[in-house]
């Protein structure tokens, strides 16, 4: 790689990119103006398929235009809704990155059409069986990362673990950071570390194309990297049955305060997280950003975050 502007990586090489950035398939925030901006400034963007809603996903493809842009699936709901795959394909994806899962059952499928395979992984064994099954890349997920992970270890130590191991297996396959990365700094640490690239969703929850809310994105310029917790309160309340293990990092709040911990009722805190969702009341409703939290200071386009963190990398890595 070189480090002189722009940085250029395996990954940047492969997906035909300029900057080696990703936003992060946030499920119903990473909709195709998100994708389209960060794509357009020369990373990658990244639809997030979600838990798996047709309507939701034709839409977000179409307001993407011709940009070229990739798309994320949670593999355990994508396996309850097979046929979006095919629909997301149909779009000519640069890229589709599957997440908390086995890939196996649709890795040739991607792979036939022409799509680079990204598998997100938190652990050694995960990154060996993506591996297996063919990924054209790996992001490896620290714990600080927002929304779901199911393990314990951190950015710090996950990446370089996982470069080796790619390396020791006679394997060029691009690793991406994840967790905790908000900045250049994060960009050239991430780099350092051996990884070809990041991918960041909390710094682009807050960007003005998400569909994230002014208020949400209000709540994560006034958080910090202590604000944020480990829990599993938001899924019962919006009725998403995540396989053991996993739990999602979001901002404590009112809610996480008097459910985490304690005995659910899922019939009150079900009414209660809808109504605070249809009132933007954050008090109650999740606002999914991890410890990155305390480097985002206010809301940005997309296309500004990209070119910024890659300058700003680029500057660290060359000592200027």
Same mark, same amino acid.
């Given at each position: 790689m070189t480090f002189s502007e722009p940085i250029t990586t395996g990954f940047t090489a492969l997906l035909g990119i300029t900057h080696p950035i990703v936003s992060a398939p946030m499920a119903g925030v990473a909709g195709g103006? /998100?994708?389209?901006?960060?794509?357009?400034?020369?990373?990658?963007?990244?639809?997030?398929?979600?838990?798996?809603?047709e309507t939701w996903l034709r839409r977000e493809f179409a307001v993407a235009g011709d940009a070229t842009v990739g798309c +994320?699936?949670?593999t355990w709901a994508l396996a309850e809704r097979p046929a979006l795959l095919d629909l997301a394909l149909s779009h000519r994806p640069a890229a589709v990155m599957l997440s908390f899962g086995d890939p196996a059952p649709f890795a040739s499928a991607v792979k036939s059409a022409g799509a680079q395979l990204i598998c997100q992984v938190q652990d050694l064994?995960?990154?060996?069986?993506?591996?297996? @099954?063919? &990924?054209?890349?790996l992001v490896a997920q620290g714990s600080e990362a927002g929304g779901h992970g199911c393990g314990p270890r951190s950015t710090m130590t996950l990446v370089p673990e996982i470069?080796?191991?790619?390396?020791?297996?006679?394997?060029?396959?691009? @690793? /991406?950071?994840?967790?905790?990365? *908000?900045? +250049?700094?994060?960009?050239?640490?991430?780099?350092?570390?051996?990884?070809?690239?990041?991918?960041?969703?909390?710094?682009?929850?807050a960007a003005t194309e998400a569909l994230s809310t002014g208020p949400a994105r209000e709540m994560v310029a006034g958080a910090d990297g202590d604000s944020s917790c480990?829990?599993? %309160?938001?899924? %019962?309340?919006?009725?998403?049955d995540w396989p053991p293990g996993h739990t999602m990092n979001a901002l404590r709040n009112a809610f996480t305060d008097r459910w985490d911990g &304690?005995?659910?009722?899922?019939?009150?805190?079900?009414?209660?997280?809808?109504?605070?969702?249809?009132?933007?009341?954050?008090? %109650?409703?999740? @606002?999914?950003?991890?410890?990155?939290? +305390?480097?985002?200071?206010?809301?940005?386009? *997309?296309?500004?975050?990209?070119?910024?963190?890659?300058?700003?990398?680029?500057?660290?890595?060359?000592?200027r």
């Open positions: 103006a /998100l994708a389209a901006a960060v794509s357009r400034a020369g990373g990658l963007g990244l639809i997030g398929g979600g838990y798996g809603d +994320g699936f949670i064994c995960q990154a060996d069986r993506a591996l297996h @099954v063919g &990924a054209d890349v470069a080796d191991l790619v390396g020791a297996a006679g394997l060029t396959t691009p @690793v /991406l950071a994840a967790g905790g990365i *908000a900045d +250049g700094r994060g960009l050239a640490a991430a780099l350092m570390l051996g990884a070809a690239g990041v991918l960041c969703g909390s710094r682009f929850y480990r829990t599993d %309160v938001f899924d %019962v309340a919006r009725g998403h &304690a005995e659910p009722d899922p019939a009150q805190m079900v009414a209660q997280y809808r109504a605070a969702v249809a009132d933007e009341d954050y008090r %109650v409703a999740a @606002v999914i950003v991890g410890q990155a939290a +305390g480097l985002i200071h206010g809301s940005a386009p *997309a296309g500004q975050i990209v070119t910024e963190m890659a300058r700003d990398a680029a500057g660290l890595l060359s000592g």
